[in-house]
């Protein structure tokens, strides 16, 4: 069994994705050891209780320095004893010493075609902001390893998105969500619990 953690902000619809995957056996030998919020107020955390998983929430506000929180994040995550680290709409620059520990065992999703509208500054709806404001015609969502730089990991998986006329951020948000995110988090999720990614230096091989 792979034990997943997973680490939210805000809606945690990502998060409803793998637990729906996990409970309908589109993720097999999963499990969520624990969800982890930098935001007490995350709708996140309620859908983590509603359905019995262990979740906490350690916010940089609870401690004088960042040097500190980010201590105290890595001792969270370090005590669920994951296998993998899931990085569900998780809005927070991760420590130094977390991507080290975990290098090719955390994987993020974001909402773009990397290495479109990614990097610094390109978060949450910034991101679909700035598509439309391009005029692009498709867009999609990403998930990818976390290494040192801003998105900048081994892509595992992507899936396209049209975008259509009249689009505001917001229905582009939602229609990468349904399209895109909600599929391939879980997707990504599933192939590593079946050992199926390799990672060869910047790039993955799906087997
Ligand atoms: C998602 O769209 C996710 O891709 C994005 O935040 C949203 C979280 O939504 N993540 C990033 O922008 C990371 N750079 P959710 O809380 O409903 O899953």
Not at 46 to 59: D, F, H, M, Q, T
Request: with cysteine; glycine share 10%.
């Amino acid at each position: 069994m792979l034990r997943i953690a997973v680490m939210v902000s805000g809606g945690g619809t990502n998060l409803q994705a793998i637990i729906d995957g996990v409970k309908d056996g589109t993720i097999t030998n999963t499990e969520i050891v624990g969800v982890i919020s930098n935001n007490r107020n995350a709708y996140a955390l309620k859908r983590a209780e509603e359905n019995g998983i262990p979740s906490l929430c350690v916010s940089p506000k609870d401690y004088e320095t960042r040097e500190i929180f980010n201590e105290k994040l890595l001792e969270a995550v370090d005590g669920l004893q994951p296998d993998l680290i899931v990085l569900a709409g998780f809005l927070v620059v991760i420590p130094p010493a977390m991507i080290q520990r975990y290098r090719n065992r955390m994987i993020n999703i974001h909402p773009s075609l990397i290495p479109s509208f990614c990097g610094k500054g390109y978060y949450g709806l910034k991101v679909h902001e700035a598509a439309l404001a391009r005029g692009v015609k498709v867009v999609g969502a990403t998930v990818h390893f976390v290494d040192e730089g801003t998105d900048t990991g081994p892509i595992i998986l992507q899936k396209a998105v049209e975008v259509e006329q009249g689009d505001t951020p917001e229905v582009l948000q939602r229609r990468v969500m349904e399209q895109a995110e909600w599929k391939i988090l879980p997707r990504a999720i599933d192939l590593i619990a079946n050992g199926r990614v390799r990672v060869e230096g910047n790039k993955t091989v799906i087997d």
